[in-house]
């Protein structure tokens, strides 16, 4: 089918097709016209099939690479349902500037390839339920007119690259159930898009998001700090710091109670403990001498 020079609709989902699409192809050009390709919900494996997205002529620079001919043909009998932000619409004519690429729910592994940038007149783009991981590549960035971008349910990682905001175009960003991390851009684009759109990415902040970036810094700290702890801890839980608070009060109140215990000679039992049998008969003793007139001494 890859070279087919006519072909502009390619819809295969919801079948139970599988295979590798990133296998060496026998055409130096496939799909020379191809506007729509979905394969969703199947069960193809390996990589996204980066030599397509290297030479789908039709979605790079439309103007330029677009040839009437036979179009006319196309834009009246084509009939076909097609997955559109999120929800199925029934398309009765295929627009010369309608492109889609929808993969999702498949079983589709490794990165996202920077050379997906280059379909720069991709309207819509689908890669949600797979398992790809790494990061978004910023050539996203390049598509300028992208309306829909779903991203969600893989296993990317990193920021969400600052390129995106040059999307004044997208109408519909999903890139919940991710792993990721940071603030989230700001930009008047943005600031359109709800929480829904980032759910699931539990190290995101920023806005539409209530977890602040700060709060986000402080959680980093708080590891940290009750690693410190755990070094000096007891295993009942106290800490260092307890430590040092208890046995400074400790020793403020056995001061105390020395000296008490020392004035008053009392208990009686534990004195004589510490300063011996008798301590009180030689301290009355003392007291009275102390007491005594000058001629009662010298009697």
């Not at 106290?238 to 608070?245: A, E, N, Y």
């Not at 039992?269 to 003793?285: A, M, T």
């Amino acid at each position: 089918m890859e070279a087919l020079p006519e072909l502009r609709v390619l819809v295969l989902k919801s079948n139970k097709f599988d295979g590798n699409m990133s296998l060496a192809s026998r055409s130096n050009l496939p799909f020379p016209k191809l506007q729509v390709l979905d394969i969703s919900e199947n069960k193809f494996v390996g990589s996204l099939p980066q030599k397509y997205f290297k030479n789908f002529r039709a979605m790079m620079d439309m103007k330029e690479n677009q040839t009437d001919g036979d179009y006319d043909y196309f834009s009246i009998y084509v009939e076909m349902i097609i997955t559109l932000k999120g929800l199925d619409q029934l398309l009765k004519r295929l627009l010369e500037d309608f492109t889609i690429i929808d993969l999702s729910s498949n079983k589709f592994s490794g990165t996202i390839p920077h050379s997906i940038g280059n379909m720069n007149s991709l309207r819509y783009l689908n890669l949600s339920h797979n398992n790809l991981m790494g990061l978004i590549p910023a050539s996203l960035g390049n598509i300028s007119v992208l309306e829909s971008l779903d991203l969600s349910s893989n296993k990317l990682d990193g920021g969400i690259p600052s390129e995106l905001t040059s999307l004044t175009f997208l109408a519909k960003l999903n890139l919940s159930m991710n792993d990721l991390v940071g603030q989230i851009p700001q930009s008047t684009q943005f600031s359109t898009f709800e929480n829904d759109s980032y759910i699931g990415n539990l190290r995101l902040c920023g806005v539409p998001l209530t977890r602040k970036c700060n709060e986000e810094n402080e959680q980093r700290k708080q590891p940290e700090e009750e690693e410190e702890d755990d070094e000096y801890g007891f295993i009942d839980g106290f800490g260092w710091r307890s430590v040092v608070m208890g046995y400074g009060s400790g020793f403020i109140v056995g001061i105390g109670i020395g000296y008490i215990i020392i004035r008053k000679a009392r208990p009686r039992w534990l004195v004589e403990f510490f300063f011996g049998v008798g301590y009180n008969k030689k301290k009355k003793k003392k007291k009275r001498r102390n007491t005594a007139t000058p001629t009662q001494r010298r009697s």
